[in-house]
T-cell receptor
Framework: ETGVTQSPTHLIKTRGQQVTLRCSSQ?????VSWYQQALGQGPQFIFQ???????GRGNFPPRFSGLQFPNYSSELNVNALELDDSALYLC???????????FGPGTRLTVL | GESVGLHLPTLSVQEGDNSIINCAYS??????FIWYKQESGKGPQFIID?????DKRQGQRVTVLLNKTVKHLSLQIAATQPGDSAVYFC????????????FGTGTRLTIIP
């Protein structure tokens, strides 16, 4: 186990709805990265948060947004859900001193 | 653009044999490479990493080789065990410090008992 936790484990939403996914980073880690993993694909970088500020963003539209809290936990928010948003959403925590990213188990989002 | 690809989508290996998983990358600016193992229903698990100033790094039963000339990365797993069955991803980091990892599509390794 990496010490990175995510909630919920599974989630079912319908098109147009909004969703919030949560991630608690490993103790001592101040950086959280979010990835989207479609079935049969590798994870795709969404964005990263470092000390509560966005620190890099991948090729995702603005309806994907995030937050990082003072305790370094993080949220991923997705508005106006589309069918293609169905995927496993992974968060990974790390420190600025080490590139190694520790992944959580993911949240499986299904959009109907 | 950046891309990290794998030569083979599936690989079956007899238990006890060695396995080699290959990966090609296209961004010559990448300076950090990682291999991850992902079991069904779980997040990617770090296996081993290597920086661009090295060409080989060894861990427990695993070795990563980096050939910057041809932009090729490989993961060797020695004496494979049933627990090695998983999808293996290579990933690269071309950002400053701790920014995004670019993953390939993965290779499914199946260990035959």
């Amino acid at each position: 186990e990496t010490g990175v936790t995510q909630s919920p484990t599974h989630l079912i939403k319908t098109r147009g709805q909004q969703v919030t996914l949560r991630c608690s980073s490993q103790s001592g880690h101040n950086t959280v990265s979010w990835y989207q993993q479609a079935l049969g694909q590798g994870p795709q970088f969404i964005f990263q948060y470092y000390r509560e500020e966005e620190n890099g963003r991948g090729n995702f539209p603005p309806r994907f947004s995030g937050l990082q809290f003072p305790n370094y936990s993080s949220e991923l928010n997705v508005n106006a859900l589309e069918l293609d948003d169905s995927a496993l959403y992974l968060c990974a925590s790390s420190t600025e001193a080490n590139n190694e990213q520790f992944f959580g188990p993911g949240t499986r989002l299904t959009v109907l | 653009g950046e891309s990290v690809g794998l030569h083979l989508p599936t690989l079956s290996v007899q238990e006890g044999d060695n396995s080699i998983i290959n990966c090609a990358y296209s961004n010559s600016a990448s300076d950090y490479f990682i291999w991850y193992k992902q079991e069904s229903g779980k997040g990617p698990q770090f296996i081993i990493d290597i920086r661009s100033n090295m060409d080989k790094r060894q861990g427990q039963r695993v070795t990563v080789l980096l050939n910057k000339t041809v932009k090729h990365l490989s993961l060797q797993i020695a004496a494979t065990q049933p627990g090695d069955s998983a999808v293996y991803f290579c990933a690269e980091n071309a950002g400053f410090g701790n920014e995004k990892l670019t993953f390939g599509t993965g290779t499914r390794l199946t260990i035959i008992p």
